[in-house]
């Protein structure tokens, strides 16, 4: 009975001094996260020229599905630096459609534990590039292209499942401010929180 509770001791042991090897310094990191269902936001666009009805066609809430990959590179140990592309449709009111591009610098920084869940704290900012398509009655669809900033942070948890792949979770509060392209008294704002699953590997 000792020898195998010694035994598995030292297979935690070893588990635990693997998954901590992972965030070390000099490791980089590939992940990969779609957004849960069921995340909700509120956009609104404003300027003085938009008439009440147009303004209600742009106003929406609803929800999103978002591809997010990113790549990180630990500069110290649990400290991890790297950017991020991110790809997200959405169906609102009004048979609008939004479509959202960002790019964006990371920094995240793990929580050492000696188990193989490690909670990790995330935050970033960049550029967003939104497209409106709204359906307007009696008229053809209408397009608009706005671009600006954005920023996100969160709190999460890596779950490693091997020496090297983790299953991630994560919520996340993030925040657009962008102006249109062809008029920049046109403001456009987003923001929301929401949660998203992914998969990382390290090497």
Sequence with gaps: MKQNFFIVSVLFCLFSFTMSAQTEKGKFSISGRSSMEGAYFSNRVYGANIDISDREAMDLDGYSITITPSIGYFVIDNLSVGGQASFSITDGDYQSKTSQFILMPTVAYYIPTRKPVRPFVALGAGYANVSLEMAMQGAQAESMSFGGFTWAGGLGAAFFVSNNISIDLMAEYAEVSARY???????????????????????
Excluded: N, Q
């Design 181 to 203: 392209s062809k008029d920049s008294s046109y403001k456009y704002s987003t923001k929301g929180l929401g949660g998203s699953v992914g998969l990382s590997v390290y090497f």
